[in-house]
Nanobody, 129 residues
Framework: QLQLVESGGGLVQPGGSLRLSCAVF????????IGWFRQAPGKEREGVSC????????DYADSVKGGFTISRDNAKNTVYLQMNSLKPEDTAVYYC??????????????????????WGQGTQVTVSS
């Protein structure tokens, strides 16, 4: 249905910035949200941020509020995650995925990874001096 491809990861020093991209390929008439997630070694996958189809609704995990910004460019079929003031604890593989159940969920947006499908392959972010 949809294929998502992440890019933009790399090695950055503490306090630095990175911008991740999630390119969405394929077509669907469904209304869906895009979420960003991360998984550090030995830890469970956690939600970072998500954005609705038209970009009007956003949500962030408490751990990244004030430092990360999600946005989307529907003309380019791409969702971005701007990460500023990065810390070593932000080191993880970052994934994007699609939420097709948003229209049927009374609470709307969610960063619960169990609600997402069409996962990308991930991009490594390492924050280290």
């Amino acid at each position: 249905q949809l294929q998502l491809v992440e890019s933009g990861g790399g090695l950055v020093q503490p306090g630095g910035s990175l911008r991740l991209s999630c390119a969405v390929f394929g077509y669907t008439s469904d209304y869906y949200a895009i979420g960003w997630f991360r998984q550090a070694p030995g830890k469970e996958r956690e939600g970072v941020s998500c954005i609705s189809s038209e970009g009007g609704l956003l949500d962030y995990a408490d751990s990244v509020k004030g430092g990360f910004t999600i946005s989307r460019d529907n003309a380019k079929n791409t969702v971005y995650l701007q990460m500023n003031s990065l810390k070593p604890e932000d080191t993880a593989v970052y994934y994007c995925a699609a939420d097709f159940r948003i229209m049927y969920r009374p609470s709307g947006l969610t960063t619960d990874p169990r609600e997402y499908d069409s996962w990308g392959q991930g991009t490594q972010v390492t924050v280290s001096s």
